[in-house]
């Protein structure tokens, strides 16, 4: 059973939006943040969002006011709701979670944003 399971990823028009979501399999571990990242062809694996074990979340500029970052501790899942697509947000996405004494990431889901 693999760690952390990402789905809703695709292909959107510009404008668009999607919604990610990742499931995590239950840790003894004590979480302490979930996030997404990106990573575009050529370049290398840069933040999108994050949120704390207590709710505060940070944004990279490029997707402050599009995206929207949210938590469900209970059920071990974070999710990332992309409105407003551009091409530039084409990228392969992946969850993480941020444990003491470890972190997982997702096995990653592509998004492609045509204009």
């Known amino acids: 059973q693999e760690p952390l399971v990402e789905s809703g990823g695709g292909l959107v028009q510009a404008g668009g939006s999607l919604r990610l979501s990742c499931v995590a399999s239950a840790s003894i571990f004590v979480l302490k943040a979930m996030g997404w990242y990106r990573q575009a062809p050529g370049k290398q694996r840069e933040l999108v969002a994050t949120?704390?074990?207590?709710?505060?979340?940070n944004y990279a500029d490029s997707v402050k006011g599009r995206f929207t970052i949210s938590g469900d501790n209970a059920k071990n899942t974070v999710y990332l709701q992309m409105n407003s697509l551009k091409p530039e947000d084409t990228a392969v996405y992946y969850c993480?979670?941020?444990?003491?004494?470890?972190?997982?990431w997702g096995q990653g889901t592509q998004v492609t944003v045509s204009s």
């Open positions: 949120i704390t074990r207590g709710g505060v979340t």
């Open positions: 993480n979670f941020d444990y003491v004494l470890r972190s997982l």
